[in-house]
């Protein structure tokens, strides 16, 4: 079992930004690609930004591209999510997944799940 906390969630202004931590604990973190995921009201969930055991990859979904960072600190068991450049559309509940080996864009591929952090982004 691999158990993930997100923090960082808030209400930030368009144009803003927002850090989310994703903290894990349980297996051996190093073991698992992790990615972030977002959901917003009357919508599907969506993969937002993966990133590979190592870090020494990553994959972005094309409506975060150039705007959100993804990353982790293997030493530290935690995952990040940096967001800039928000706009009002990125209102959603954001969710750190983990899953063996590699990342997929797929949410029903995905193994564990934290309980999400609201973020609202205000025009």
């Known amino acids: 079992q691999v158990q993930l906390a997100e923090t960082g969630g808030g209400l930030v202004q368009a144009g803003g930004s927002l850090r989310l931590s994703c903290a894990a604990s349980?297996?051996?973190?190093?073991?698992?690609?992790m990615g972030w995921f977002r959901q917003a009201p009357g919508k599907e969930r969506e993969f937002v930004a993966g990133?590979?055991?190592?870090?020494?990859?990553?994959l972005y979904a094309d409506s975060v591209k150039g705007r959100y960072t993804i990353s982790r600190d293997n030493a530290k068991n935690t995952v990040h999510l940096q967001m800039n450049s928000l706009k009002p559309e990125d209102t959603a509940v954001y969710y750190c997944?983990?899953?063996?080996?590699?990342?997929?864009?797929?949410?029903?591929?995905?193994?564990?799940w934290g309980q999400g952090t609201q973020v609202t982004v205000s025009s």
């Open positions: 997944a983990a899953r063996v080996l590699v990342v997929v864009v797929t949410t029903s591929h995905w193994d564990y």
């Open positions: 990133i590979s055991r190592t870090g020494g990859s990553t």
């Open positions: 349980g297996r051996t973190f190093s073991n698992y690609a």
